[in-house]
């Protein structure tokens, strides 16, 4: 079985430019993440969606943050314009079902480095 | 708000040494508590949790919930070099959610 991708690995911007970072999740999982981790710290969840749907974005800085996943499998993150503190890995995870049962495990991709000069 | 914290936040031992990790949390409605190692990348999946004192193995490590005094640890024993990660605790709250909140992390360095 395939794991999460993403792409780009690696990415270095100026601040005020602008930055997108797509997902691919597990074939079949409904349910996708996107966390920003910055160095030192646990993964921070910015939006949760359900298929199409959004769940969660309640950590989502929508000034600046914006991220769809218009036929309900692949994604895109997108920050318009950067800021230096948004320097970060960002990672994409996708889970199976949408029951939220417990039992249920976030598979992770390896992430998108970030960082805005 | 949802809160997990980890410690120590960072640990370096020898090889062979055996070490805890801790993870304390505070989360409405909890629901489970999972753990995930770090290397370069992606966190991989070790063990979730949602019962106390069931522990949970597979080989040198191990993990254990308490949910009378909120926390968990991880245990590895006979450590080894390919040990060497940040250890992340995270915890699941309110059913339909499916939200993480994950603790900062325990950098683990294993010395031959």
């Known amino acids: 079985e395939a794991g999460v991708a993403q792409s780009p690995r690696y990415k270095i911007i100026e601040k005020r430019q602008s930055v997108a970072f797509w997902c691919n999740p597990i074939s079949g999982h409904a349910t996708l993440y996107w966390y920003q981790q910055i160095l030192g710290q646990g993964p921070k969840l910015l939006i949760q969606?359900?298929?199409?749907?959004?769940?969660?974005d309640s950590q989502l800085p929508k000034d600046r943050f914006s991220a769809e996943r218009l036929k309900g499998v692949d994604s895109t993150l997108k920050i318009q314009p950067a800021k230096l503190e948004d320097s970060a890995v960002y990672l994409c995870?996708?889970?199976?079902?949408?029951?939220?049962?417990?039992?249920?495990?976030?598979?992770f991709g390896p992430g998108t480095r970030l960082l805005v000069l | 708000e949802d809160k997990v914290v980890q410690s120590p936040l960072s640990l370096v031992v020898h090889e062979g040494d055996t070490v805890t990790l801790n993870c304390s949390y505070e989360v409405t409605n909890f629901r489970s508590l999972l753990w995930y190692k770090q290397e370069k990348k992606a966190p991989t999946f070790l063990f979730m949790l949602t019962s106390s004192g069931i522990e949970k193995k597979s080989g040198r490590l191990s993990s254990i919930l308490d949910k009378k005094e909120l926390f968990s640890i991880l245990n590895i024993t006979a450590t080894q070099t390919g040990d060497s990660a940040v250890y992340l605790c995270a915890v699941v709250g309110p059913q339909g959610a499916q939200k993480l909140v994950f603790g900062q992390g325990t950098r683990l360095t294993i010395n031959p």
């Open positions: 969606f359900q298929n199409n749907g959004v769940v969660d």
């Open positions: 995870a996708s889970s199976p079902g949408t029951s939220g049962s417990p039992r249920e495990t976030q598979y």
